[in-house]
T-cell receptor, first 114, second 112 residues
Framework: AQTVTQSQPEMSVQEAETVTLSCTYD???????LFWYKQPPSRQMILVIR??????QNATENRFSVNFQKAAKSFSLKISDSQLGDAAMYFC???????????FGQGTRLTINP | NAGVTQTPKFRVLKTGQSMTLLCAQD?????MYWYRQDPGMGLRLIHY???????AKGEVPDGYNVSRLKKQNFLLGLESAAPSQTSVYFC???????????FGQGTRLTVV
């Protein structure tokens, strides 16, 4: 079965600190893409960052970066200098060339403490 | 720029009733998806489509049907609603598996 697993249902961090959200996935395909999406209380899904599996370099977007470990099938999200607006549900997801579908993990609820 | 629009945004159904959720996108995307979101379960794929006239089953297709008669529209049908189908439903679309998907605002469905 092709799955995405987020083992941390909830995380909290102090404002301005750094937090890392974990994600592991399982696939036998070599061509795939990994994503982190953010869902604030408004319910709107927003892309945070994207990683191509064939690239060894970790993707970064301002305060957001990933630690992509292909052999370990791990794709964690690091948020630096956490801000109150970062409070949301975060979903890890992957899409596969063969299956042609986008599969999500269970989500991690991130709380930012002022 | 409408993006992905879902209709309706809220609905209450009685057990056994039927309904259709409409998803419309104006970005000329090939791929469209229907997900349901339940607490602790994340987003689970119900059905998806990789082009006009095509549909495929996702992880939780039972009790749902879909149609993609026009490229811009993806319909999700519930023939006989059950309380287990109480959920928030999201539609999404994309140009393909390599790029990000764009989501609608969701439909909160309650079956009583």
């Amino acid at each position: 079965a092709q799955t995405v697993t987020q083992s941390q249902p909830e995380m909290s961090v102090q404002e301005a600190e750094t937090v890392t959200l974990s994600c592991t996935y399982d696939t036998s395909e070599s061509d795939y893409y990994l994503f982190w999406y953010k869902q604030p209380p408004s319910r709107q899904m927003i892309l945070v960052i994207r990683q191509e599996a064939y690239k060894q370099q970790n993707a970064t977007e301002n305060r957001f970066s990933v630690n992509f470990q292909k052999a370990a099938k791990s794709f964690s999200l690091k948020i630096s200098d956490s801000q109150l607006g970062d409070a949301a549900m975060y979903f890890c997801a992957y899409s596969l060339q063969g299956a042609q579908k986008l599969v999500f993990g269970q989500g991690t609820r991130l709380t930012i403490n002022p | 720029n409408a993006g992905v629009t879902q209709t309706p945004k809220f609905r209450v159904l009685k057990t056994g009733q039927s309904m259709t959720l409409l998803c419309a996108q104006d970005m000329n995307h090939e791929y469209m998806y229907w997900y349901r979101q339940d607490p602790g379960m994340g987003l689970r794929l119900i059905h998806y489509s990789v082009g006009e006239g095509t549909t495929a089953k996702g992880e939780v297709p039972d009790g749902y049907n879909v149609s993609r008669l026009k490229k811009q529209n993806f319909l999700l049908g519930l023939e006989s609603a059950a309380p287990s189908q109480t959920s928030v439903y999201f539609c999404a679309s994309s140009f393909g598996y390599r790029v990000e998907a764009f989501f609608g605002q969701g439909t909160r469905l309650t079956v009583v």
